[in-house]
């Protein structure tokens, strides 16, 4: 039977409930534990898991930074994000935007947290109804923003910032 | 053909929040789905539109908050119509219900104004908690789905990425070296020790760095650096 592999990343206080949630589930697997620094990173690169498991309550910007390296380095991994309530979204969209696929808030490890690791699994996202709407609207925000800036940047030339007075601004007819 | 209201009521009035319009061609998909989404809890009354020119109608006279349209129903055929539809019923949130449908198909949907996309198969139970949620302003759509209009939006972000590494440019030498360390996550204080200036002097900088790049906050310079530095972009390496 093939196991769902999952490498648990997670501060000292969730490492524990974190792991006996997931050895409950059939057909789940944990690879192994570290915590969440560079160690993560290098452990998921060496063991390709099918899930990192990774928290996200601490150290956040640091965890951002090191997110690009896991989707370099573990191209087949699926990180599931732990999160404190309340997370500021800027920070959860920039996980998103860095490869994460999903998001969990640590109050719901013990109900979700299988699901949310066979979902990740299976090819999906997991992420809470609410911001769906959210990130759609984002979506076309800025793709409504790169249509206008494409159209009034004049052909071949670069695309200038607000900070600098426009020089000349050719509008497409 | 006026559509036929469930009490046989035919005075105009705007639908209640429970109401549902159901447009289908399809007279076994109405009866399949009428039958139980009436009976499904937080529905109230289920409207019935045959073809597209009975849907219009009922949008107009009606504005139900939810419209679960079977995209085969006669007259419409393309994705404009959805927006067509938001149009005649700003406050109606409509569901598409689509043969086979695609994960990409779903997208272009809700990105042109649909609230939600099921398979016409669908299990009833599954379209009265899609119908429930989209009355509460969320959209359904598969988790496959979400994890395209995440993709979709990294894809964006990498783009904008890379124009970040143009605007980074405004800034002075100092202004760059004050934001990395915003970035690191350094007070005020430790950049100033760090920098060898005083606290005054940093938060000067950072005034007119958030001038120069149009932020309100360090969360968002700290980011937006971070972008740069780390080559959050697709052409890594």
């Not at chain 1, 944990?30 to 898991?49: D, F, Q, S, W």
């Not at chain 2, 399809?26 to 399949?32: F, G, M, N, T, V």
Request: hydrophobic share 45%; glycine share 6%.
């Amino acid at each position: 039977m093939a196991f769902i592999t999952v490498v648990v990343a997670a501060e000292p206080r969730h490492q524990a409930l974190c792991r006996r949630s997931l050895e409950r589930e059939s057909g789940i697997a944990v690879a192994a534990e570290a915590p969440p620094g560079a160690g993560a990173l290098a452990l998921a690169a060496r063991l390709r898991p099918d899930v990192l498991l990774l928290d996200f309550t601490r150290a956040r910007l640091d965890v951002l930074a090191r997110l690009p390296g896991i989707r370099h380095r573990a191209a087949g991994t699926r990180v599931l994000l732990l999160t404190a309530p309340r997370t500021a979204e800027t920070l959860i969209l920039e996980a998103l935007n860095r490869g994460a696929r999903g998001y969990l808030d640590d109050a719901a490890i013990p109900a979700l947290l299988g699901r949310a690791v066979r979902a990740l699994h299976a090819g999906e996202a997991w992420v809470p109804r609410r911001m769906v709407s959210k990130l759609l609207d984002r979506l076309l925000r800025l793709a409504e923003a790169e249509r206008k800036a494409r159209r009034a940047a004049a052909p071949g030339a670069r695309r200038r910032s607000s900070a600098h007075a426009p020089l000349r601004r050719e509008v497409a007819p | 053909m006026r559509p036929r209201l469930r009490s046989g009521n035919h005075v105009r009035r705007p639908a209640a929040s429970g109401d549902l319009l159901l447009a289908s061609s399809d007279p076994a998909l109405r009866r399949r789905l009428a039958t139980r989404l009436r009976h499904a809890p937080g529905i109230a009354r289920v409207h019935i539109a045959r073809d597209r020119a009975g849907v219009e109608r009922a949008l107009a006279e009606l504005h139900p908050p939810v419209l679960l349209l079977d995209l085969s129903t006669r007259g419409f055929r393309r994705l404009e119509t959805v927006r067509g539809i938001r149009a005649l019923s700003p406050t109606t949130g409509t569901i598409l219900l689509a043969e086979s449908p695609s994960d990409a198909a779903a997208l272009r949907a809700v990105k042109a104004g649909a609230r939600g996309y099921c398979a016409r198969a669908a299990e009833p139970g599954l379209v009265a908690r899609a119908i429930q949620l989209v009355r509460q302003g969320e959209i359904w759509i598969g988790r496959k789905v979400m994890l395209r209009l995440i993709e979709e939006l990294s894809a964006l972000h990498a783009r904008r990425a890379e124009e970040a590494e143009d605007r980074l440019a405004l800034l002075t030498r100092r202004e760059r070296q004050v934001s990395h360390l915003v970035a690191s996550g350094a007070s005020n204080k430790e950049i100033a020790d760090r920098l060898a200036i005083t606290e005054k002097t940093v938060k000067a900088h950072l005034t007119h760095i958030f001038q120069k790049l149009g932020f309100q906050s360090r969360l968002h310079l700290a980011i937006f650096t971070l972008q740069v530095a780390s080559g959050a972009t697709t052409k890594v390496q």
